[in-house]
C-alpha cells in the first residue's frame, strides 16, 4: 500500500533563513511522482514542486528545492531565504502507477510558521 | 482560464439531506479526483475517475457516491448527510496515464457543514 508521513506537524523558521520539511513515502511501484503543495491560509492549493523517480537530480523551483532520496524513501522540501509569504500548511504527495492507477495521495501537512 | 470549478463555496446541510457538490474542468484532463480535508488534516480521496465513464472507490469513501458521464464534469452526490461529513472538499484533475510528472490542479474548495 502507499503511504506518504510528514512527521513535523508545525514548523517555526525566522525569514530569510532556510528549512526543511520532511517527506518519506511508502510504494513498491517502481514509477511514482512526488509533489509538494503549499495550502495558505485562504485554502486553495498551489502546486509548488515535483520530482519524478527515475530523475538523476534534485527538483529546483525558485526558491524551493526538493531533496529527493530514493534509497531512504525521502522526498523533503527545501525552502531558501523564508519569506513571511511562506507561512502556510505545506502538504507532500505521491503518485504511483503500476498498482494504483494514478492514485495521488497526500501527507498530513506540516504547518509553516515564519517569524519576522 | 477558469482550470477548476467547483459549486458551491459554502452549504449548510441538515442531517439526512442530500446534496451534490459540482465540479468541471476545462483542461481536458483525464483524470479526476474528489477529496476531503477535515480541520488540521491532510486531503483523503474519496473517489476519482480515470476518464469518462470509469470511476473508482479512494480512502474514504462510504456515504458517498460519483459519475463521470463527461470528461469535463465529476459531481460528488452526498446521500443522507451526516454530521460526520463536515469537512472541506476538493476536487481536482490532471493528465494521467503513465505519464506521472504532471500536478494536480485544484479547485477552490467548498466548505460544507452538516448540522
Known amino acids: 500500500a502507499q503511504k506518504i508521513t510528514q512527521t513535523q506537524p508545525g514548523m517555526f523558521v525566522q525569514e530569510k533563513e532556510a528549512v526543511t520539511l520532511d517527506c518519506t513515502y511508502d510504494?513498491?511501484?517502481?514509477?511514482?511522482?512526488l509533489f509538494w503543495y503549499k495550502q495558505p491560509s485562504s485554502g486553495e492549493m498551489i502546486f509548488l514542486i515535483y520530482q519524478g523517480s527515475y530523475d538523476q537530480q534534485n527538483a529546483t523551483e525558485g526558491r524551493y528545492s526538493l531533496n529527493f532520496q530514493k534509497a531512504r524513501k525521502s522526498a523533503n522540501l527545501v525552502i531558501s531565504a523564508s519569506q513571511l509569504g511562506d507561512s502556510a500548511m505545506y502538504f507532500c504527495?505521491?503518485?504511483?502507477?503500476?498498482?494504483?492507477?494514478?492514485?495521488?495521495?497526500f501527507g498530513k501537512g506540516t504547518k509553516l510558521s515564519v517569524k519576522p | 482560464n477558469a482550470g477548476v470549478t467547483q459549486t458551491p463555496k459554502f452549504r449548510i446541510l441538515k442531517i439526512g439531506q442530500s446534496m451534490t457538490l459540482q465540479c468541471t474542468q476545462d483542461?481536458?484532463?483525464?483524470?479526476m479526483y474528489w477529496y476531503r480535508q477535515d480541520p488540521g488534516m491532510g486531503l483523503k480521496l474519496i473517489y476519482y475517475?480515470?476518464?469518462?465513464?470509469?470511476?473508482d472507490k479512494g480512502e474514504v469513501p462510504n456515504g458517498y457516491n460519483v459519475s463521470r458521464s463527461t470528461t469535463e464534469d465529476f459531481p460528488l452526490r452526498l446521500e443522507l448527510a451526516a454530521p460526520s461529513q463536515t469537512s472541506v472538499y476538493f476536487c481536482?484533475?490532471?493528465?494521467?496515464?503513465?505519464?506521472?510528472?504532471?500536478?494536480?490542479?485544484f479547485g477552490q474548495g467548498t466548505r460544507l457543514t452538516v448540522v
Open positions: 510504494t513498491s511501484d517502481p514509477s511514482y511522482g
Open positions: 504527495a505521491m503518485r504511483a502507477w503500476v498498482g494504483s492507477q494514478g492514485n495521488l495521495i
Open positions: 483542461m481536458n484532463h483525464n483524470y
Open positions: 475517475s480515470v476518464g469518462a465513464g470509469i470511476t
Open positions: 481536482a484533475s490532471s493528465f494521467g496515464g503513465q505519464v506521472a510528472n504532471t500536478e494536480a490542479f
